[in-house]
C-alpha cells in the first residue's frame, strides 16, 4: 500500500462538509484497502442511500480530498429536504496522474502542492525553468503513480530541459515516454485498418487494451506528431515557440519540444485512462456487490469526473449478476461518447460498455461542457494520432469524448440544459446528455473548464437522478 492509502486507512472522516464519509483507496489493479473497505461495508447498513464520487485527475490523498469536500459540501441542504432519505458519502482514492502546469479552478494552491513539499532537492536539479521542463512536482507526480521510475522520469526531465537539436533524441525521448506508461505500438496490420474492429482504439473505447494490442501513440514520425501537439497547445492559449526560423540545419527546434511535453502527458493520461478502467471494473464494481449482500437496502449512486467517470462506468461492468447502481452521473467524462452505444456507425458490436446502462435502476447522466479544452481539442487529437484512419466520419465525431458533446449514436436519448435538467420532469432511467456549459466554464489552459466541476447545480442534479431530492 502507498503512504497516501495508510494514510486514508487511519482516517476515515477526512472530509468535513458531509457525513458520514469514507475513504475508498484502490491501487492499480482495483485492490482496495481491506480497513476502508470494511469500515464502509459496516458504516452504511443503516443508510438508504450512498453516493461515491470518483476524482479523475488527483494522485494524492489532499487534493483528492479537497476536492470531496467542495464538491459535497451543498449536499447537506440539499438532502435535508428528503427527510426520510438518510445519505451517505464516498470519496474513491486511486492512482492517477494530473501535470502541475493543470489548472484546478479555485483550489487553494496549498491543498494542489500539498503532496510534494519534500520533493527531494535532487530532483529539483534535473529541472530548468526554460522552456518545456517538467517542474519537480510533475516529476514527482510521474514517479508516485508509476513507481520504480526515477531514473526514467530523470532522463526525460534532462531531455526536456536541455531541448538537444538532433532527431535522434526524440526518438530517445519517445522511448523513454513507452518505457514510463508501457504504452507500445500496435501491430502494423491494425494500424493499417487490416485488423478485427476489437484492435482498432477509442472507437469502442480502448478495445484495443482488451485485444492485447496498444494504439500507436508513440510511433510513426515523431517529430511531425510533436509538430501536431504543439499546434492543439498553441489553440488552447498555451505558449508555445514559434513555427518559423526555430530549427537550425535541420535540427528540431523548441516548438518540438513544446509539442513532445505534450505527447507524455497523453501518453500518461492513456495509461491513466486504463487504470481508471480496471479499478472499476475489477475494483469498484466488485465491492459494490458486497455492499449490496451486507447492506441490501442501499441505493448507491456513482459520480465520477475526467478518467473517474470511466471508472465509475466500468464498475457497472464489474457488478455481480442482478446487483444494480441507483443512477450514475458523469462530470466531463474522459472516454469515448460511443462507449454506450451500439450499434455503431463503424462497428455493429457497439462500444465497451453497450447495455451496461441496464445495471442502473435510475437515469446515467453524462454533463458535458463546450468550455472543455482537454476534451473538446486534445482528447480528439490524442485519438486520431492513436494510428488510425478518420474513416467517413468528422474528426470531432469519431473521436469526440462524452464529457464534450454527451451520448451520440443513441436514438431517443434526451440532450438538456442544465437549466432544463434541474427546473422540469427528469427522465427516471435510461441515458440523459445534459449541457453544463452555464457553470463548466472557468479555468484557463491547457485544460480550460475541464475540472470546474464544484456547483451547487451540479450537486443538485445528481440528487435529481438519485430520485431522491426534486
Known amino acids: 500500500?502507498?503512504?497516501?492509502?495508510?494514510?486514508?486507512?487511519?482516517?476515515?472522516?477526512?472530509?468535513?462538509?458531509?457525513?458520514?464519509?469514507?475513504?475508498?483507496?484502490?491501487?492499480?489493479?482495483?485492490?482496495?484497502?481491506?480497513?476502508?473497505?470494511?469500515?464502509?461495508?459496516?458504516?452504511?447498513?443503516?443508510?438508504?442511500?450512498?453516493?461515491?464520487?470518483?476524482?479523475?485527475?488527483?494522485?494524492?490523498?489532499?487534493?483528492?480530498?479537497?476536492?470531496?469536500?467542495?464538491?459535497?459540501?451543498?449536499?447537506?441542504?440539499?438532502?435535508?429536504?428528503?427527510?426520510?432519505?438518510?445519505?451517505?458519502?464516498?470519496?474513491?482514492?486511486?492512482?492517477?496522474?494530473?501535470?502541475?502546469?493543470?489548472?484546478?479552478?479555485?483550489?487553494?494552491?496549498?491543498?494542489?502542492?500539498?503532496?510534494?513539499?519534500?520533493?527531494?532537492?535532487?530532483?529539483?536539479?534535473?529541472?530548468?525553468?526554460?522552456?518545456?521542463?517538467?517542474?519537480?512536482?510533475?516529476?514527482?507526480?510521474?514517479?508516485?503513480?508509476?513507481?520504480?521510475?526515477?531514473?526514467?522520469?530523470?532522463?526525460?526531465?534532462?531531455?526536456?530541459?536541455?531541448?538537444?537539436?538532433?532527431?535522434?533524441?526524440?526518438?530517445?525521448?519517445?522511448?523513454?515516454?513507452?518505457?514510463l506508461t508501457g504504452v507500445a505500438p500496435r501491430p502494423a496490420a491494425a494500424a493499417l485498418g487490416q485488423g478485427t474492429p476489437a484492435a482498432h482504439g477509442d472507437d469502442r473505447d480502448d478495445m484495443a487494451s482488451a485485444a492485447g494490442a496498444e494504439p500507436q501513440l508513440l510511433a510513426g514520425d515523431a517529430v511531425a506528431m510533436c509538430d501536431l501537439l504543439a499546434d492543439a497547445r498553441e489553440q488552447v492559449g498555451c505558449p508555445v515557440a514559434p513555427a518559423q526560423g526555430e530549427a537550425i540545419l535541420g535540427g528540431l527546434g523548441r516548438r518540438v519540444w513544446d509539442g513532445a511535453k505534450e505527447l507524455l502527458r497523453q501518453a500518461t493520461y492513456y495509461a491513466m485512462k486504463g487504470r481508471a478502467g480496471t479499478v472499476g471494473e475489477q475494483g469498484l464494481g466488485p465491492l459494490l456487490g458486497r455492499l449490496a449482500t451486507e447492506a441490501p437496502g442501499v441505493r448507491v449512486h456513482l459520480v465520477g469526473h475526467s478518467f473517474g467517470a470511466r471508472l465509475v462506468s466500468f464498475a457497472l461492468r464489474g457488478l455481480p449478476p442482478g446487483v444494480r447502481a441507483g443512477s450514475v452521473t458523469l462530470l466531463q467524462g474522459a472516454f469515448s461518447h460511443y462507449t454506450f452505444s451500439g450499434p455503431l456507425p463503424f462497428d455493429a458490436r457497439g462500444g465497451a460498455l453497450h447495455g451496461m446502462q441496464q445495471r442502473i435502476t435510475g437515469p446515467l447522466v453524462a454533463c458535458h461542457s463546450s468550455h472543455d479544452q482537454a476534451l473538446g481539442v486534445f482528447y480528439p487529437l490524442a485519438s486520431r494520432i492513436a494510428g488510425e484512419d478518420e474513416s467517413l466520419l468528422g474528426f470531432g465525431d469519431r473521436w469526440g469524448a462524452i464529457g464534450h458533446d454527451g451520448f451520440q449514436a443513441m436514438a431517443g436519448t434526451p440532450s438538456l440544459t442544465l437549466a432544463a435538467a434541474l427546473a422540469g420532469p427528469f427522465p427516471g432511467g435510461g441515458c440523459v446528455s445534459v449541457d453544463a456549459s452555464a457553470v463548466v466554464c472557468s479555468g484557463g489552459p491547457p485544460s480550460g473548464a475541464h475540472s470546474d466541476i464544484c456547483h451547487e447545480e451540479l450537486a443538485r442534479l445528481v440528487l435529481r437522478a438519485s430520485g431522491r431530492v426534486t
Open 1 to 179: 500500500m502507498s503512504a497516501d492509502t495508510e494514510a486514508g486507512t487511519s482516517n476515515v472522516t477526512r472530509v468535513t462538509s458531509v457525513q458520514p464519509y469514507w475513504d475508498l483507496t484502490f491501487d492499480a489493479d482495483g485492490d482496495p484497502d481491506p480497513l476502508q473497505r470494511d469500515a464502509l461495508l459496516a458504516g452504511a447498513r443503516g443508510l438508504t442511500d450512498l453516493v461515491v464520487f470518483s476524482h479523475g485527475w488527483n494522485n494524492d490523498l489532499s487534493t483528492a480530498n479537497a476536492l470531496y469536500d467542495r464538491f459535497y459540501a451543498p449536499f447537506p441542504a440539499l438532502v435535508a429536504t428528503a427527510p426520510k432519505a438518510r445519505f451517505g458519502f464516498a470519496g474513491v482514492h486511486w492512482p492517477s496522474m494530473r501535470f502541475s502546469d493543470e489548472p484546478i479552478p479555485d483550489f487553494p494552491h496549498a491543498a494542489v502542492a500539498a503532496a510534494f513539499d519534500a520533493v527531494d532537492s535532487a530532483v529539483d536539479s534535473a529541472v530548468t525553468d526554460d522552456g518545456p521542463a517538467l517542474d519537480a512536482r510533475t516529476q514527482a507526480a510521474l514517479v508516485a503513480v508509476f513507481p520504480g521510475s526515477q531514473d526514467v522520469v530523470a532522463a526525460l526531465a534532462r531531455l526536456l530541459a536541455e531541448q538537444p537539436q538532433e532527431p535522434e533524441r526524440l526518438a530517445e525521448f519517445t522511448g523513454l515516454v513507452r518505457q
